[in-house]
Nanobody, 121 residues
Framework: QVQMEESGGGKVQAGGSLRLSCAAS????????MGWFRQAPGKEREFLAT????????SYADSVKGRFTISRDNAKNTGYLQMNNLKPEDTAVYYC??????????????WGQGTQVTVSS
């Protein structure tokens, strides 16, 4: 089992920044990557970015490329999502997940509880 716990969500004005953290614990070696996703009310869960734990390779959704940066600290078993130039449409619950290096939410096995990000105009 792998436990994932997000933190760092909150309220910010448009144009502002937030950094989300995701602490992984348990059998973390069983998963090769950590991904970030979000879900807005009435919408499907959306892939944002993923990072491979060992190689550091990253992949992003086009919607956040250039504004969001994913990273990881292997020593702390923690991943991060730096979000810059936030827009009201970025308002959602943000989730981190552990699984294979993939942009498909269905392939991720372990999920956190989510953290709310609210961007006001």
């Amino acid at each position: 089992q792998v436990q994932m716990e997000e933190s760092g969500g909150g309220k910010v004005q448009a144009g502002g920044s937030l950094r989300l953290s995701c602490a992984a614990s348990g059998r973390t070696f069983s998963s090769s990557a950590m991904g970030w996703f979000r879900q807005a009310p009435g919408k499907e869960r959306e892939f944002l970015a993923t990072v491979h734990w060992s190689s550091g390779s990253t992949s992003y959704a086009d919607s956040v490329k250039g504004r969001f940066t994913i990273s990881r600290d292997n020593a702390k078993n923690t991943g991060y999502l730096q979000m810059n130039n936030l827009k009201p449409e970025d308002t959602a619950v943000y989730y981190c997940a552990a699984g294979p290096y993939s942009g498909t939410s269905g392939t991720y096995i372990y999920w956190g509880q989510g953290t709310q990000v609210t961007v006001s105009s």
